[in-house]
């Protein structure tokens, strides 16, 4: 019997430590287990380019249906869009600014024209004739810018028959100094007056075909 008490007493003391023996141990698992389960944040994605800029605003369609109209289309959309007001214009307001490019050309031909008569760095321009010559060139090329000022206005007052002829008038002026050249001087005509003068009358034809589509039905 007297063994039995201190085998009693080392059972109950067993019993009581268990308990706290367990929970220690199960204490750091069940931390580890928490934090196996936690996942960390998904990675920041990469940030995007930034957007690109805006195309150039293509050429208004109506100025393409228009020129598609015309003999010159690559030169009708470059007179038309050269000018920022084509993108809003009605085909009325297109004839103008095609008109108005042609007597800019003129002009500069005009111009151009008297300051061959004034130069004498070749032989060919230093002759009297040549330079008399180069003085009617310019002055029918003025005469062809002011008839297109006068188209211009006839286009504003929608008289487009008047229009149609001034513009014809036009291309035909500068007609005068390549003929005058050819009779009196076949070889001394300007390269830059030839260069010119091809170039207005396109132009011409350009504004003469915008202005009979005011002309046509559809948009009368």
């Known amino acids: 019997m007297a063994s039995t008490a201190p085998m009693a007493t080392v059972l109950l003391l067993l019993a ?77 307001g297109l004839s103008a600014i095609a008109v108005s490019v042609a007597a800019a050309n003129a002009s500069g031909a005009a111009q151009a024209a008297a300051a061959l008569a004034n130069a004498t760095g070749t032989a060919a321009l230093a002759d009297g004739t040549v330079q008399a010559l180069l003085r009617t060139c310019a002055a029918k090329y003025g005469d062809a810018r002011d008839a297109l000022a006068a188209a211009k206005d006839s286009i504003a007052q929608q008289d487009y028959d008047f229009a149609s002829v001034h513009v014809s008038a036009a291309a035909e002026y500068p007609q005068v100094c390549k003929t005058l050249f050819r009779r009196q001087r076949p070889g001394d005509y300007p390269a830059e007056l030839a260069a010119r003068e091809d170039e207005l009358n396109k132009l011409c034809s350009v504004a003469l075909d915008i202005i009979a589509l005011l002309s046509s039905p559809s948009n009368s």
Do not use: E, F
């Open 16 to 92: 009581l430590l268990m308990p706290t023996t367990l929970c220690s141990r199960s204490g750091p698992s069940s931390k580890h287990g928490h934090g196996h389960a936690k996942r960390a944040p998904p990675p920041a994605s990469p940030s995007l380019p930034p957007p690109a800029p805006p195309a150039a605003p293509q050429t208004a369609a109506l100025v393409r249906a228009t020129c598609n109209s015309t003999a010159y289309y690559d030169i009708c959309v470059a007179a038309l869009a050269a000018d920022p007001s084509s993108s809003t214009a009605d085909v009325r």
